[in-house]
């Protein structure tokens, strides 16, 4: 998938863009995680996972 696409998923909708990225699994989980405790680090996470 495009990554800017991945990217402004990113910084939309964290968690989907995780998903699409690299499925269901511990990223998913942490990113999910991150974006009920605070949005901002499940954004800089899902940014991270996107372009890694």
């Known amino acids: 998938m495009n ?9 939309f909708l964290p ?5 699409l990225k690299s499925g269901v699994g ?3 989980l942490i990113n999910i ?3 009920l ?3 901002v680090p ?3 996470h899902a940014i991270w996972v996107a372009t890694k």
């Open 3 to 11: 990554k800017l696409v991945l990217i402004i998923l990113a910084i």
């Open 15 to 19: 968690p989907i863009a995780v998903f």
């Open 26 to 28: 511990k990223d998913l």
């Open 33 to 35: 995680l991150l974006c």
């Open 37 to 39: 405790l605070f949005y």
């Open 42 to 44: 499940g954004i800089i």
